[in-house]
């Protein structure tokens, strides 16, 4: 599945491990170029290391999401010296479980802080550099947690929420150049998710289990493919089951 026909750049934030690894490994193929970002440095160091044995063009950028500075930096970078930008990912998040009782503020505007402001970051300052590339799609990694309520959730579903009523906004503002959509995963197996009770182990959906980060993956390719095309302003929902 290409993404674009021409050499292309495409931006995994929080790629450092988890589903941004996967996503940005999956993303990599001949003519696209993988730049993955993350606060983790030496991990995503790392992990783009894998990336380039295997034959991906991957390039590593620290990048805190909820810094405007650094995205603008980044843009101007790819504006200088990169193939075009197509793609964006807008994976970087946290999870810090709690119950409303016991969650403080700074906990809450934490979650606003990684989780909203650097999906909103991201839509602002790429965007429109897609769309006076000649055009592009994002993808902004919301939750099932947006859609159902789960006891200890309220900052982290509140943040993604939050992320799906953006991405439909942006759909109707950077439409026709630019496509935005999200997705809701819901059950995945990822280092994030081992603060949860079950420490990400088990799911009640009728699959009746998580998912792997990489079967995730093959939907935001999808996406971000020229395959998806008259595909915008949508929320799509992979979990297995977990919302029917």
């Given at each position: 599945?290409?993404?674009?026909?021409?050499?292309?750049?495409?931006?995994v934030t929080g790629a450092a491990r988890g589903q941004g690894a996967a996503h940005a490994a999956r993303l990599g193929r001949p003519g696209v170029?993988?730049?993955?970002?993350?606060v983790l440095d030496?991990?995503?160091e790392r992990t783009t290391?894998?990336?380039?044995s295997s034959g991906v063009d991957a390039h590593y950028r620290s990048l805190d999401v909820s810094v405007p500075e650094q995205w603008s930096a980044l843009a101007e970078e790819i504006r200088r010296d990169q193939p075009r930008l197509t793609g964006l990912v807008n994976n970087a998040g946290?999870?810090?479980?709690g119950s409303i009782e016991t969650t403080d503020l700074a906990t809450w505007s934490l979650h606003e802080r990684i989780n909203v402001h650097g999906t909103f970051?991201?839509?602002q300052t790429m965007a429109p550099l897609m769309r006076n590339g000649g055009g592009g799609s994002i993808v902004n990694v919301a939750s099932t947690a947006a859609l159902i309520g789960s006891k200890g959730y309220a900052a982290y579903s509140a943040s993604k929420a939050a992320i799906v009523a953006l991405t439909k906004v942006a759909a109707h503002e950077f439409s026709p150049t630019v496509r935005i959509n999200a997705i809701s995963?819901?059950?995945v197996s990822s280092q994030m998710n081992n603060d949860e009770p079950e420490g990400g182990s088990s799911s009640s959906a009728p699959l009746g289990r998580r998912a792997s980060v990489e079967e995730i993956s093959p939907l935001i390719d999808y996406l971000?493919?020229?395959q998806a095309s008259f595909v915008t302003g949508s929320n799509v929902v992979i979990d297995g089951g977990l919302t029917a």
């Open positions: 599945m290409r993404i674009f026909p021409s050499e292309s750049t495409v931006v170029r993988v730049i993955l970002t993350d030496d991990e995503g290391e894998v990336l380039r946290i999870l810090r479980y970051l991201g839509v995963p819901g059950g971000l493919s020229d």
